[in-house]
């Protein structure tokens, strides 16, 4: 019973959400060209957070956060995906106290982590330790390389039936004898933070629906695009990479935010000249340096999602990060771009943490 008038309450906020933000969008000056047309022939862009963070999925790409001056809204050469993760994590860690004292509960995040790949146990313990520091429950299946797919669904049940759970993540890649398939659709859609069961992620590619949860780090791309004062509508935008988890859930947002979107990838023929007519460019190809200074136009914004691990004896964990981008190139002729490290990937697990955050409040209805 509490459960429905909780998911009624979600659809009702997301409705006024839309609502308010169709307001604001056909009231901008921007927009006005759109106003002779009726309201349902515009693609109109939602608020995707319902966490309360400050409205910055309007259509209109102008944000606004209540509890920063405007000023706040400076763009920088570099953008500081970590500090603007920071940030977010210790507004999240606010909520989740606010929650634990008013109705007693507090998120919960499960992490199914298959085989010792030294880069998932990287990323899987920086989850679990930046859950701790914002007071989220976090639970670790560890299951070994050559555990049985019925293992993985063993956990992944238990899980989904764990009243305590509000969000399970299967760390990808998986060993290739496992079906990723298989195991990502028996996720329970109210529990998928990842936002990669075929349900949310055909949600978010359809207009006028919402998907319970948008995947992380192409969350975490829009949000730094959006606080870094980047406008995105009619603006073109190239993503590098059509990848189910990353490129094409980028697409999807960026093109929710009006911006004319192409996709680049491997059978792409010429792709530097897609590239440098790009106001926006965001990368995930996972080729180290391959945005070289020629790719871009003077002026663009390059998103680097692109992590790919380097071996260095010399660094704690014997490897480094480089991204898809060759930095200082871009420095030269970008007007903003992100490092690697520092960039999307602090940013990812923040969005991991609004979405967990977001299901607990979406079960409970707490606003
Ligand atoms: N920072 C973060 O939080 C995260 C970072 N990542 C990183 O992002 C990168 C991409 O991840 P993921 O999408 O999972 O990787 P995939 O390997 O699944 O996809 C890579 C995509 O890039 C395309 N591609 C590969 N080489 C080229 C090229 N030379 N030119 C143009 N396109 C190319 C591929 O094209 P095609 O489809 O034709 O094969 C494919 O669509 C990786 O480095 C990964 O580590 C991933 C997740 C989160
Ligand atoms: N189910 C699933 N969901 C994912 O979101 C997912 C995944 N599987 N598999 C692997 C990719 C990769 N990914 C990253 C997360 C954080 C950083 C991150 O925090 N990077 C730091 C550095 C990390 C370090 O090496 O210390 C940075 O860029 O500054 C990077 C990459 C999530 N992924």
Redesign the pocket.
Known sequence: MMRTTAVKNATRKVLVGWAKESRRYLSSPANCKHNHRSQSQILLSPPLVSLDLPEIWGSDSSHFDPHQPPSSITRSKVIDGKSIAEEIRSRVAVDVKRMKESIGKVPGLAVILIGRRR?SLTYVRNKIKACEEAGIKSALAELPDCCAEEDVMTALLKFNEDPSIHGILVQ??LPEHLDEEKILNVVSLEKDVDGFHPLNMGNLSMRGREPLFVP??PK?CLELLIRSGVEIVGKKAVV????????LPISLLLQRHHATVTI?????RN?ERITCEADIVVT????PN?IRSSWLKPGAVVID????PIEDPSAEYGYRLV??VCFEEALRIASAVTP?PG???P???AMLLCNTLDSAKRLYGFT
Not at 284 to 287: K, L, P, Q, T
Not at 305 to 308: E, Y
């Open positions: 880069d990808l890649p992380c780090t975490g590098i990479g059509r990848s189910n988890i990353v490129g680049v990838h491997a059978c792409t792709p995930a190809a996972g080729v391959l999602v692109g992590t790919c991204g898809d690697v960039g999307v990937g940013m990812t697990i």
